[in-house]
């Protein structure tokens, strides 16, 4: 397979062009990692600048007008409002569930009532979050119910 | 504006299962007659408990068991309303029997009430559980 690369003009932006007779699966891959890269959002943690990709996000929560991003086990702050996130993951897997919180519906093992009208999602790493009520018609929309 | 919405709601709520206790209290005690301005005293009622119940529910319980003990402070207080009012207004006697009626009443109401709204978000629960195991299902 030949590889090219060239530089843009200035006023031009920077482009990956996949010049092919069939997208095998080598193709596929490396369109994939494309898309993944294009995705990644920078995360801070104390020591470290990470790029995440946002299918290890269990969710990002707002806390005191900063975003983080919760992993399995690790939380990371994130520099984007979080209405900028769900722009930015929209069909994505990614829902807002209350004010202050998307979570990633790949990881929401199961959902159980509350007392006060509330749902409470259990994630796979057995972390449990709130659901409001106000977003409960959104969830089912996405969900298809 | 949120509070006066939640307000709303609670009175619709709270109005109607305060007629439905009186309803059940003057046919169990055996009124024949009820008083016109009975018209006037239940959304009275309604107004005053659906405050204090959206005072209540304005604060955030992260679990069943905080909410479980604000329902219990919430039903002592309904309840004390209930009565206090009901003698105020002179639907209730202050004699024990029929401040007992009275609070059997009220616990029915909100008793049921409470398991009616529990289990229609049981089987909401249940329906989105089944839709994310579809989903997950379909990704593999």
Known sequence: MKITVEKPKPNQEEEVIIRCRNLNECITEIICSLKEEECRLTAYSDRDIVKLSPDKIYYFEAVDNKVFACCEKQVYEVKLKLYEIEESLFNRDFIRISKSVIVNLNMIKSVSPMFNGRFEAKLKNEEKIIISRQYVPALKKVLGI | ?140
Not at chain 2, 67 to 81: D, N, P, Q, R
Not at chain 2, 97 to 120: Q, R
Request: glycine fraction near 4%; hydrophobic fraction near 55%.
């Open chain 2, 1 to 140: 504006m949120k509070f006066f919405t939640e307000f709303l709601k609670m009175f619709t709520y709270i109005t109607t299962g305060t007629a439905v206790a009186f309803a059940a209290y003057t046919m169990i005690v055996g009124y024949e007659t009820v008083a016109v301005y009975t018209v006037a005293e239940i959304p009275l009622v309604g107004v005053i408990m659906s405050l204090i119940t959206t005072v209540i529910t304005q604060r955030e319980y992260s679990t069943n068991k905080k909410i479980g003990f604000a329902l219990v402070c919430h039903y002592i207080i309904v309840s004390a309303s209930m009565v206090g009012l009901g003698i105020l207004f002179e639907w209730v006697r202050p004699v024990p029997e029929e401040i007992i009626l009275m609070l059997g009443c009220v616990l029915f109401v909100y008793a049921f009430s409470f398991t009616m709204f529990f289990v229609s978000m049981k089987r909401e629960a249940n329906k989105i559980n089944a839709a994310l195991k579809k989903r997950a299902d379909s990704k593999i």
